[in-house]
Each structure stands twice: as C-alpha cells, then as structure tokens.
C-alpha cells in the first residue's frame, strides 16, 4: 500500500470519525459521560494505525523512531533522548512533530517542533522530560509522538514507555504534645497528621497504645486506611476518660506508624496529665513514670531474620543540691541488615537553678528537633526568669548511621526566655534548623504572652516571625508569619475553650499555612450540660524542597451542638446534631474534572452509658445521616456503631460500620468502584491476675472484615510474673493474618528494678490550704468556707482542691516553689512563694473577693497646646491599696484599663513617668471603695500643656500721637 492510499483511508476515517461524533452530539444528553472516552480510544487506535502503516512497513519513506526503547527513571529527575526522523522521499519533507505527555509529566523541551529536511537527508530532534513528584509507580506512562504535515495528515506515529522506580516516604506527626485532662470532658482527643510525599498509594496502619493499666479492652486502638500519593490528612483519636486516668500521676501515650509489611514509618508521643488534689513528686524529665530506676534486657521477633535484642532503662541519683538522670534505649538486630541503634538515651543534671542533658535530644519549639547534642537551662528565681539554650544534629542514631553518607545530617540550635509575673507569663524563643532532606534552611522567631488570671480565664496570644531558604545555595528567600489566640476557663457556669491560629504558607513551623478556629461553649448545669462548637481548619501549605513539588490545599469543618445528662441515676445519656466538611485536592483521578475533591456529612450523634453494677458497664455510641462527595453526586446513607461491654475480667469491643465518613475513603470507593462499604469489627479481651498479683495476664483477639480489604484477624497476649519484689520476667505474642499473609510475633525479656540511693538529698511533703476570706482578714474564721474544687498549679503541676479546701504534694525536694490559683467566680490570691526546707511544710492561702476597677484615658488639649503624638498604648496605671501594696496595669490601644483587685480601699493614679513631658496626669483626691457587686469607673484626662507666647506690639511710624 502507498503512501497516497495509506491517506486516502486516514481522510476516509476522519470522515467517519467526524460522522460518528454528529451521531454522538444528536444522544449527548444520554451518552455525554462516554463522549470523551471514544475520542480517547479512537485517537489511541489511531495511533497504532499510523505507526503499523507508516513505520512497520518494508521501505517506508519516513523513518521515525526514539534512540531509546524504554525509560526508566524516578520522581524528581530529569530525562532526556532523541527522536530520530530520515527523509528517504524524492520530495522534501515539511512538517511538525507533536509531543503527547501524560498530565503527571512536565515537557522542558518544545512541544511542536517544526521539520524541513531535504530528500535524503536525516536530523535528530532533543526531548527533555521532567518527571514530578505526582508520577505514579508502578505503571507504564506513555509517551507519544506524532509526525504531521502542513495540512495536519498524520504522517508517522512513535511511543515510549516509561516507568518509574517505587519510593515509599509515609510521614506521621502529633498535633500535640501534652494534654491536661479536663474532669468536665467525656473523652480524649489526640489529632494525628500523616503525609505521603512518596509516589506510591501506601496502605498504613496506625496503632494508638495506652499504658496498659488503661486498655481496658487488651488490644490498641487501630486505623488502617490507604493514603495516595501526596495526601496529607489529619485522623484524630478518640478515647474514653476512665477513672485510673484522672487519678494516676500522669502517662504517655505512643502512636506507631506501620507499611503493609510491618515496617515502622513514624512513631510520635503525648504526655497526659490529670488535675488532682493528691499527688508525689516526679521528675518532668523522665517520660515514663511507671519503670523508674529500672533496667530491662529483652528480644523481640524471636526465632525469626528479623530477631532484635533491646537494652531499656532509668533512672535518676539524687543529690544534696542536684539530680543525675540518664534513660538507655539500644537495639542491635541479629542479622546485619541495620546498624545498631541507641536512640532516647541521654545524661542529665539539674537543681534548682541549672541544668545540663547531652545525648538524645527531643525538642518541640513549634518545629519538631530531633537528633544528638546537648542543652542546659538556667533559672533565675529571683526574677522569676528562666533560660534555655540547645544544639543539636540531625542524626537521630546516637552512634551514628554510617549506612547513610550521601544525605548530610544537618543541625539544628535553640533558645528561650520565660518571665513569670503574678498573673502572667512572656515567653520568648528562637530556632534555627538546617534540614538538608528538605533542602531548607529555617529559624522562627516567636513571643507568646499568657494572663492566667482574668475572671476565670486563662488568655494566650502567640506572634512568630520566620523565613525559609534553599539549603544549598539560598538564592530564594521567603519570609513568614503565624500567630494566634487562645482562650480556656469558666465564667459563672459558662465553659469556654477557643483556639485560632494563623500562619503563612512558608511558614517553617509544623502547622504550616494554616489557618485554623476553633471554638466551643458549654453550659455546665446541675445535671446536665448543653453545648456548641464550630471547627473549621484549612491547611494551604508551600516548600521549597525538591522531595515535594506538590503540597496539597486541604480543610475540614466540624459544626455540632448537643445536650448530655444522666437519666435513672446511671444511665448517661448524649445527642448531638453534626455538620461536617472535607475538602482536598490530593485526589486526582482520570475521568474526573473536578481538581479539589469535598465530602459533606450531616449527622446525628448518640451515647448511651449505663453502669449495670460495680463490675459490668455497657456503652454505646452512635453516628448516623447522609453525605455526600464529588466522587459520588448521590445523597447516601452512612451508619456507624461502637458497643462496649466489661464485666469483671472480660471486655468486648465492637464496631460496625456501613457507608463513608472521610474524604479519603470516599476516595478508595471511587478507585474500587465501591458504592456503600462495611466494615465489621469484634474484640473480645481478658484481662486476670493470678498468685496474689503475682502474675498478671492478658489475651485479645480480634476478628475484622471488611468490604474493601477482606478479613483479617489478631490475636495478642502478655503475661508478667514477678520473680522477686524487684525482678519481673515476660513474655508476649503477636500474631496477625490478612488474607494469605501472617505474621507472629514473640517478645522475652527481664526487667530488674533498682534502688538508686540519695546522695544527702532530702524532701518535703507540702499541704496547701485555699479558702475564702470572707471578712478580709487573712485568717480562717467564722464566716470563711473552704476553697473546694478550684485549680491550683505547684510548679506548673495541676491540682484541684478537694472538699477541704486542700492539696498535697508529697516527696518534693528542697527548694523554693510557685503555687498559684485562678480567678474563679470573682475569688483571687496572688501568687506566692514557698521555701521548703523541713520534712513537712503546709500552706494557707486566703482568697479574697474581687471587684473591676476600670477606666479611659483621653488627651484633653486646645489649638495652643504642644504637638505630641497622642499614643494611649501601653500608658502605665497604678492602684495602691490600703497596706500600700502598689497593684499596676497599662492602657490598651484606645486608652482603656482594667484592673482586677481584692475588695477594699484604694488610690488609683497614672504613673507620670512614662508620659511625655509636655503631658500632665489628672489627679483624682481622696481614695475609693472597690466592691464586687459593680465596677468601679474612674477616667483620667491626659492634660497637654499650652505653649508659651510672647506677644509684642508694634506703631506705625507714621501713626499720628495719642494725645
């Protein structure tokens, strides 16, 4: 067949093709969806055809051909070949050649290249790709190339496969580091931010672990879900508040990111702390308050190539004016596959007034530091001032990771000032980080300022300035800035809890282009409460780094309100009407317009708690309405359940689930062409003590199935047996199966408790006593009524006072310490200072009621009075009280003061000092009585002084004499 044919039948073709889409047009209303996929497959087809007729041929006349058969490369690089074209024609051959990219690849070189060859001549044609972070492994992407002429006839048709290589890169981050528990709240919150800059879809497994004296149920909480490439996503963590919680000193919380196969990705650590009335002494430093001065030697994976041992310890010398503490975590693998690790191991002293840690170094100053080195602090009682400074490298590997020398570890340094005043706080903090992974060089600036006492509110306001620049070369600069505003505490019965935060998209912190607020307000009645929330989060985030071309633009919002009570005593009843909204732009999948995908869910929410007797509780708690998705224009239906029974040793833990709550599963539904999925989830647990406590067992199974991903099931058991008061040996299993894949798992090891002696140290047991003063007269009398349940902080450690008005703080080393209580309902103290230097001290602390003294300062001034700039900011006001004890505040923009005093006489002035000099305070005579029943109104006018003028009189000369 010649040439000519072989374009007669191409026009042919057309022809029908251009017939075959009028037909299409006249149906579009029924077959528009199946328009653009028979263009598709035509133009594919046609490729081929073209390519057989003008190419496979014996001496075609054109040859048109890749000096490359097939590419491979990886995300992030840059390819290049060459297109090789002949002209064996007796006539010139004048065309173009057209470039046809998939959307996930970005063409450096031209894409039309106009062809002017001579008959018998030949050229070859340069064709750079790029290949973004979007291109997704394990598939082929082709690329096509096609030879027109002048008029657009198809002359020749070539492809190239190309594959790239797999990198699996799953992130995970905390949102928070500690959390005081609320005794008003239900449940805990724990929200988790994972990412995948990696180019491969990856199916994860979040594992959330309690101390096990809380995991009532023996089996952590799990979230497995499959996160696509580039997808950044926030999953929170629910757990209910049980009664070990809020009395126990304080616990960690660990989260653990798995891959399919079991390999660790991430791993990150909360520190929980209940308010109390009771408590002893522990050292903040340590992280673990249940395996103190202890030593542990084990093996996990036993049996198999991937055998581990683990040395793990604690500890801490106490001494005269001091403390020396040091924590061990060293694993080494029986099989060299990694290098030995010693991570979260370091050295410490500290007393009072200076402190020193070098090894393993975990910081969080709004970016999350991690590596060796070493950090001290220094505390300036006096003042009541604290500093700190740190650096450190980017290795986490205490011994170092020579298995990676081609990526530079990079470093990182800090520092801090904190200033405590009697009702506030400045907080001051610089961080520098070299990250070369990221290719970013990063330091923040930031100022954070706290009044702890303002009517039973607890206000912070942050402002941090940064910038980020390349790690290499640094040509690009690009300045940030965060900030927000947070506001806890109760007014009357009124609880409020709002947190806002803004910051830039460059911003190098670990919220990142974020603009966040959340609010929530509760009505606390005798035997119910009534609340509302508004959450709404966008996350809009940018980077400089290479690993990460694509940040995805993501946001939620959350609107609820809702009523709980008890009913019959012991049942706890909870219904809540939701509105929730997810968008992102993470998803893109072919054959759907849409570039940022949203999910919206209207919701009604239910608990029920019911305490059937000492021994045997049942909960249940509920999630029902309709969503919908840009996946899925239809309003479907979605039910989910949580059903949770206990009685004596024996737990069962259930959830069942029909239809789809997260934008990301709407995603796997779309992939998989899932319409409604289920998910079916049972855990039976026991938990039994034997041999008066002795040994201690544990066995979970769980049984999931799930519409997506099939059955799966878990079985974990521990045991513990304590050989002597100080030695304990265990033993624990972990066996998973998920289709055709199992995996056990077996850990041994001994733990040996040590008795570490103190050096000439001693310690203090404190007991404070809060009530109020009625009559003023700082002593506990007829008419006073003990402080019962109000907030108080020793050291910065909560307490809550119980029915006595009292809190005990036992074990506390020598030394000088902070107690503090907040404003509630009008009754203050401030804060004071106490020296323990006696095996028992106690405290008493009268709290006095306050009144709201209150004012506006304001220029008063005339057309002869000096120039000055009428700044009102920041103007100081003092107010003395009868015991001439100075009480000081300052002005806000608009010349506005508040004070917050105990009741009684007082004299109220502004301090003239701080005024310019062409500028005279008010005076107001006499002093006044400040109650609680009003406030007390006093303005002051800010007098500016009149210039002096000199007048002089002049005659005219030839003015006519007075006679």
Not at 49 to 74: E, H, L, M
Not at 581 to 598: I, M, P, Q, V
Not at 845 to 850: D, E, G, H, N, Q
């Amino acid at each position: 067949m010649s040439i000519g044919s072989g374009m007669l039948m191409l026009k042919k073709e057309r022809h029908d093709f251009a017939r075959l889409t009028i037909f299409q047009r006249g149906l579009r209303v029924k077959f528009s969806c199946w328009l653009p996929v028979c263009r598709a497959a035509f133009l594919f087809l046609l490729f081929f055809f073209v390519r057989d007729k003008a190419n496979a041929q014996t001496g075609s006349p054109i040859v048109f051909q890749s000096t490359v058969t097939t590419i491979n490369s990886s995300n992030e690089e840059l390819t290049d070949f060459m297109i090789k074209i002949v002209n064996k024609q007796a006539i010139p051959l004048l065309g173009v050649m057209n470039v046809n990219l998939p959307a996930s690849l970005d063409l450096i070189s031209k894409n039309k290249i106009a062809v002017n060859l001579q008959p018998g001549d030949s050229t070859f044609v340069p064709v750079k790709i790029f290949i973004t972070k979007r291109t997704a492994s394990g598939k082929e992407h082709i690329i096509r190339f096609l030879l027109t002429d002048r008029e657009n006839n198809a002359l020749a048709a070539s492809e190239i496969p190309l594959r790239v290589s797999v990198k699996r890169n799953v992130n995970m981050y905390s949102l928070l580091t500690n959390i005081l528990l609320d005794p008003s709240s239900d449940s805990i919150k724990i929200p988790i931010r994972i990412t995948n800059p990696g180019n491969t879809a990856q199916k994860i497994t979040v594992i959330n672990r309690y101390p096990s004296i809380f995991q009532d149920d023996a089996f952590h909480i799990t979230r497995q879900f499959t996160i696509q490439p580039s997808a950044d996503t926030i999953i929170t963590f629910t757990k209910p508040i049980v009664k070990k919680m809020l009395s126990s000193e304080g616990f960690d919380v660990t989260f653990s990111g798995l891959y399919d196969n079991g390999d660790i990705f991430g791993m990150a650590y909360i520190r929980i702390q209940s308010a109390r009335n009771q408590r002893a002494y522990r050292d903040e430093s340590l992280s673990d308050s249940y395996n103190l001065n202890s030593i542990t030697l084990s093996s996990q994976s036993m049996f198999s190539p991937n055998q581990s041992y683990l040395l793990t310890g604690r500890g801490n010398l106490e001494l005269p004016k001091g403390m020396v503490g040091y924590n061990l975590d060293f694993t080494t693998w029986r099989n060299s596959y990694s290098p030995p690790m010693a991570r979260s191991t370091y050295l410490s002293y500290s007393n009072q007034k200076f402190g020193i840690t070098a090894g393993n170094i975990n910081k969080n100053i709004d970016i999350n530091l991690s590596g060796r080195g070493g950090s001290i602090f220094l505390n300036d009682t006096a003042s009541n001032n604290s500093y700190e400074v740190g650096f450190i490298d980017g290795n986490a590997n205490l011994l170092g990771n020579r298995f990676n020398t081609f990526v530079p570890s990079g470093n990182a340094g800090w520092g801090s000032f904190t200033h405590t005043g009697e009702s506030w706080e400045l907080a001051t903090s610089a961080v520098y980080e070299a990250n070369p992974v990221f290719n970013s060089r990063s330091a923040i600036v930031g100022n954070s300022f706290t009044f702890t006492k303002v009517k039973g509110l607890r206000m912070t306001a942050s402002a941090s300035g940064g910038y980020t620049t390349e790690y290499e070369n640094g040509t690009t600069f690009k300045p940030s800035i965060a900030g927000g505003v947070n506001i806890n505490g109760t007014l009357n019965k009124i609880l409020i809890n709002s947190q806002n935060y803004y910051s830039s998209a460059y911003y190098p912190g670990m919220r990142r282009g974020a603009l966040s607020f959340n609010e929530r307000i509760t009505w606390l009645r005798e035997n119910s409460n009534i609340w509302g929330g508004v959450d709404y989060n966008h996350y809009e985030p940018k980077t400089l780094s290479s690993f990460q071309t694509f940040m995805p633009v993501f946001s939620t919002m959350r609107v609820e309100a809702g009523m709980s009570g008890t009913i019959f005593k012991k049942l706890n009843v909870s219904v809540a009407p939701v509105y929730t909204r997810e968008t992102n732009n993470a998803y893109k999948f072919s054959g759907l317009a849409d570039e940022r995908h949203s999910m919206e869910a209207w919701n009604v929410n239910n608990s029920f708690n019911f305490s059937l007797s000492d021994n045997q509780y049942v909960s249940l708690n509920t999630e029902t309405g309709f969503y919908s998705s840009t996946f899925d224009s239809q309003k479907r239906f979605h039910f989910r359940s949580n059903l949770n029974y206990r009685r004596g040793m024996f737990n069962l833990s259930s959830t069942v689930q029909s239809g789809t709550f997260y934008i990301g599963e709407a995603a796997n539904n779309f992939l998989r062409d899932v319409e409604s999925p289920r998910l079916i989830n049972i855990i039976p647990s026991f938990q039994k003590s034997f041999y008066r406590n002795k040994l201690r067992t544990e066995l979970g199974l769980a049984f999931i199935n799930s519409s997506l991903f099939g059955s799966s099931s878990y079985l974990t058991g521990r045991a513990e047996y304590d050989l002597t008061p100080k030695t304990s040996v265990y033993s624990a299993i972990n066996h998973n199966r998920y289709g055709d894949y199992n995996l056990s798992i077996l850990e041994m090891g001994i733990t040996q408790k040590l008795t570490l002696p103190k050096v000439g140290a001693k310690d203090s047991d404190l007991e404070v006593f809060a009530y109020q003063d009625a009559n003023q007269n700082s002593v506990f009398d007829e008419g006073d009524t003990k402080a019962a349940g109000h907030l108080l902080y020793i050291n910065n450690v909560a307490f809550i006072t119980g029915s006595g008005g009292l809190v005990e703080y036992k074990k506390l080393p020598y030394g000088d310490y902070r107690v503090s209580l907040t404003n509630v309902k009008g009754w203050y103290s401030p804060d004071e200072i106490i020296k323990l230097d006696q095996k028992k001290e106690r405290l008493e602390i009268a709290l006095k009621r306050t009144g709201t003294l209150r004012g506006t300062l304001g220029y008063s001034f005339n057309e002869f009075s000096y120039e000055i700039n009428r700044n009102l900011q920041g103007i100081t006001v003092i107010a003395i009280d009868e015991k001439n004890i100075r009480h000081i505040t300052k002005t806000n923009s608009e010349g506005q003061y508040v004070f917050y005093l105990p009741i009684g006489r007082y004299t109220v002035s502004v301090d003239s000092g701080n005024l310019p000099a062409e500028v005279e305070a008010e005076k107001k005579p006499g002093d006044f009585q400040l109650n609680a029943e009003s406030p007390q109104v006093i303005d002051f006018k800010l007098l500016v002084k009149v210039r002096k003028i000199e007048t002089k009189k002049f005659t005219s000369p030839n003015a006519a004499p007075r006679n």
